[in-house]
């Protein structure tokens, strides 16, 4: 079993930054792809970003494209999302991901249906 603790939520307010940190323990399988995902109340849970196990290409939703940066220390196993310029619609429990996924297009990354690992969510909130 793999188990994944998110850490770095917090408040902060509009324009500011976080980086939030997915630390992966357990049972450990080579180059997985890691993914972040994010849900508001009410709302479904919706793909932010996400880095091929294989390549390290990464990937992301447009709301957060220039904005948000993923990336990995495999010596740590930890993924990290660090969250810039960051807007009161950012607001919302962030959870890391992890499974096999070969490398593909987008689509193969940002269903949470596609990953088997999950943390428990850490809460962002952004202030206006």
């Known amino acids: 079993q793999v188990h994944l603790v998110e850490s770095g939520g917090g408040l902060v307010q509009a324009g500011g930054s976080l980086r939030l940190s997915c630390a992966a323990s357990?049972?450990?399988?080579?180059?997985?792809?890691m993914g972040w995902f994010r849900q508001a109340p009410g709302k479904e849970r919706e793909f932010v970003a996400a880095l091929s196990g294989s390549t390290g290409r990464t990937y992301y939703a447009d709301s957060v494209r220039g904005r948000f940066t993923i990336s990995r220390d495999n010596a740590k196993n930890t993924a990290y999302l660090q969250m810039n310029s960051l807007k009161p619609e950012d607001t919302a429990v962030y959870y890391c991901a992890a499974d096999v996924i070969p490398y593909g297009p987008i689509s193969w990354y940002d269903r949470p249906s596609n990953y088997d690992y999950w943390g428990q969510g850490t809460q962002v909130t952004v202030s206006s």
């Open positions: 357990g049972r450990t399988f080579s180059s997985p792809a």
